[in-house]
């Protein structure tokens, strides 16, 4: 099994060591509340062991309908928002090595037209499958991209188009489920007991990720490794989220994810998403923020560094990048960088990590470090399960539902009044 691990030394220091123990126990009962389905929200914890499934039809299909758009398509654009795009994005990211396949393109996860008009100059003159997420279908923003981008593919490629749309939707009802049995849509259900942000491993993910090239077997298999070993209490999900918890007690309500590698920026923003959106109520939570280092050490450092210290840091480390460059000797000083003459981009990086890490605690920033291995599917399923099952028992340890979002709401009712939509 490939290494994912939890640091709480560079935490030293910063809290009561006591109070961690009781956390830490009181986190190891909220977990057994996840897996016993006796915790609030517990009709929207099927991803506990969706993972451990043996589902091989339904992997069948995906793989067989990915493999069908992938011939097809230069690119493929996948319309969503928030769950419905954040891991999809993550993943297709970070995943390396993968085989060919098209470029995933994104779309529903704003109202700009400039932006819409720009995806559809850019497709133009491609080959272009679309994949639709949306359990009800009349999420604003996903909605009106998929009327346009729908109308664009029948112009383009006439009753042909519907060989290249897939909806990914409920299994009943809904303007997606409705169009995708009125046009002969290839169709794949999202589970009734799964919400958006914890939906990645489902074929909310897994379609579009399949046809991009993306192992998504490694990717499952990752996840039910991890969801194994989440089972032996406590583990370093328990220990990540009691000291969350801890450091909240401390007066330290914002968490900053610390990544080392642009390929982890969306990682982080769907950290943001899955965090922010479960934890945020009842006048509750740690507010999630993200920097992707070194080039935010830059802009953002100086906060971390000497602001106010109601934060703390958790980074994520990939042992083993998968390429190197070496830094040459040029026989000149003149960049003052002779002492790193024959060093790796890797290994300074490294170091920058460290001497961040060691700078950020001595000005008084606690830091919590998770250690991956590499950049494959399966490190990356394991990860995926790590963050949403110490999300859930931060959450039960916050006393809050971690699977509703009430607040969601408030924005689109107002928006849908304004709008003049009838009954607002």
């Known amino acids: 099994m490939k290494k994912l691990e939890v640091e709480l030394k560079p935490c030293d220091g910063f809290f009561n060591v006591k109070k961690y123990d009781e956390k830490l126990e009181q986190a ?112 604003t923003e996903p909605a009106i991209a998929f009327r346009i981008l729908e109308g664009w593919m029948e112009r383009k490629y006439g009753s042909k188009a519907r060989e290249r749309i897939v909806g990914i939707t409920d299994a009943r009802k809904g303007a997606v489920k409705s169009l995708c049995d009125e046009k002969g849509y290839d169709s794949f259900v999202i589970p009734d007991d799964i ?87 009842e006048g509750r939570g740690i507010f999630p923020a993200s920097v992707v280092f070194s080039a935010d050490l830059h802009s953002m450092g100086q906060y971390i560094q000497e602001g106010i210290r109601n934060i703390f840091e958790t980074v994520i480390h990939i042992e083993k990048p998968p390429f190197d460059m070496l830094i040459p000797d040029t026989g000149s000083n003149e960049d003052g960088l002779a002492y790193l003459a024959g060093k790796t981009m890797n290994y300074v990086n490294e170091t920058a990590m460290r001497a961040t890490m060691n700078a950020h605690r001595a000005g008084g920033v606690p830091n919590i470090l998770i250690n991956i291995e590499d950049r494959s599917s399966y490190s990356l399923g394991r990860l995926i399960y790590f963050f949403e099952f110490s999300c859930a028992v931060s959450g039960y340890l916050l006393g809050v539902n971690p699977f509703d979002q009430p607040g969601v709401e408030a924005y689109k009712k107002e928006m849908f009044r304004m709008l003049g939509k009838p009954g607002y």
């Not at 506990?48 to 398509?73: F, G, P, W, Y």
């Not at 993910?205 to 090239?213: C, D, F, W």
């Open 28 to 139: 190891s009962e909220c977990a057994d509340k996840l897996f016993n389905g006796t915790g609030r929200g517990s009709d929207f914890t099927g991803w506990v062991n969706l993972t451990l499934r043996d589902d091989e039809t339904q992997m069948k299909k995906i793989i067989d309908t990915a493999d069908r758009l992938r011939d097809k398509s230069d690119c493929m654009i996948n319309i969503g928002i928030g769950g419905s795009y954040l891991g999809t994005k993550a993943v297709s990211d970070f995943v390396f090595p993968r085989s060919e396949g098209p470029e995933i393109l994104y779309a529903g996860n704003s109202i700009s037209g400039t932006d819409m008009h720009g995806l559809i100059e850019k497709i133009e003159n491609k080959d272009v499958s679309l994949c639709v997420v949306s359990k009800s279908g009349t999420t």
């Open 195 to 281: 919400g958006g942000r914890y939906s990645v491993l489902t074929p909310v993910g897994l379609v579009p990720l399949a046809a991009s090239g993306i192992d998504i077997r490694e990717l499952m298999k990752g996840a039910a490794d991890q969801a194994i070993v989440s089972r032996d209490l406590p583990n370093d999900g328990t220990m990540y989220a009691a000291m969350r918890n801890v450091l909240l007690d401390e007066g330290r309500t914002t968490e900053i994810l610390a990544v080392y590698e642009e390929a982890l920026r969306f990682m982080a923003e769907w950290w943001k998403q899955l965090f922010g959106e479960s934890e945020g109520k």
